[in-house]
């Protein structure tokens, strides 16, 4: 396993990043215990998590599932990265309830100790803000979160699915504070197929020290031979969800069939590429792989030592252009 460090930090974390959202609606406790230990064996020492996966009735459940697994020992807690997320409504009853999601500082305050709770664990790596809170200010914002790091409960924060401003304005409150480091990492929706953050998200990420976490390195399926699994009879997110509504489409099921032709005349597999290609982007620290059964962990592992030539990028580049830099890329 190949190593980096997360953003300005000096924390060292693997290339890949084992996502779990996947553990306890999909994969079972013992399964997901096998794979975290497969990981692990592996070298992938970053693991990220949210308060709210399990969903619905369930939320909760994923952290609980991690919870378990650290509790098993063997330094397991010791030797992980652990990230987890805050935003949404973690509420039980029917009705919402306020101050049970989002970021105020009486909902960072109760969840932080609830996923602590869950997790089995006294301290969190990684704090990320699932979504911006557009009605809370970042000074109250910073406040709880310079609170929880003076008391050990948190080391870093981070975001998800922040615009590109959204990272700037958090950076600059944090700034003007001294006593806040700011966010040092975003998890953003980039792949080959949805290039839109190299526009402003990662130029901002990188301008800031902010290392990229990418989710949805395959885009839903569609990168990882969408269109041979479905002749071949495929089901799961290939017959449904974004990568069946993108094949639906003339021009993406043809852009997808270039892609694929490509690779096979390589020798080589779609997801394993589409992995490939995030780790040779600027700023990127590594993706999220969301296996739901070991073999799809195995798969995702031989991507860290795939090196792709110049020109094989060149011709994914033909097929997939990203948007250019901004502003050139809407003004001239």
Request: glycine share 10%; proline share 5%.
């Amino acid at each position: 396993m190949e190593y980096t460090q997360l953003g300005r930090t000096g924390l060292k974390v693997s290339r890949l990043v084992l996502g779990t959202m996947n553990f306890g609606p999909v994969t079972d406790e013992a399964d997901s215990h096998a794979i975290m230990d497969a990981a692990l064996a592996a070298g992938v020492n970053f693991f990220d998590t949210a308060n709210v996966y399990g969903w619905g009735e369930n939320k909760g459940r994923t952290e609980e599932i991690l919870g378990s697994w650290f509790a098993k020992g063997g330094e397991r807690r010791e030797k992980v990265v652990l990230a987890t997320k805050v935003y949404a409504n973690m509420g039980t009853a029917d009705a919402p309830w306020p101050n049970q999601d989002k970021l105020s500082a009486l909902n960072i305050r109760r969840a932080v100790e609830a996923s602590l709770k869950r997790l089995g664990t006294d301290y969190i790596d990684l704090y990320q803000f699932h979504h911006v809170d557009r009605a809370t200010p970042w000074d109250e914002i910073w406040q709880a979160i310079d609170v929880l790091i003076q008391q050990g409960k948190i080391l870093y924060a981070g975001s998800s699915n922040f615009a590109g401003w959204h990272i700037a304005r958090a950076n600059e409150a944090a700034r003007r504070r001294l006593t806040t480091y700011g966010l040092v990492s975003e998890q953003c929706l980039y792949n080959l197929a949805e290039r839109r953050a190299e526009m402003e998200v990662i130029p901002a990420a990188r301008e800031y020290g902010l290392g990229v976490i990418p989710w949805s390195p395959l885009h839903g399926g569609l990168l990882g031979g969408a269109i041979r699994k479905a002749r071949e009879g495929g089901t799961g997110r290939t017959a449904s969800g974004r990568s069946a509504d993108a094949l639906r489409n003339a021009k993406q099921r043809e852009q997808i069939q270039s892609y694929e032709d490509l690779l096979d005349k390589h020798g080589l597999e779609p997801g394993d590429v589409a992995l490939a290609w995030l780790l040779t982007r600027p700023g990127v620290t590594g993706p999220i792989v969301g296996p739901r059964t070991a073999a799809q962990l195995e798969s995702a592992l031989r991507a860290v030592e795939l090196e792709l030539s110049d020109e094989l990028l060149a011709s994914l580049d033909e097929i997939f252009p990203g948007p250019g830099p901004s502003p050139e890329a809407f003004a001239w």
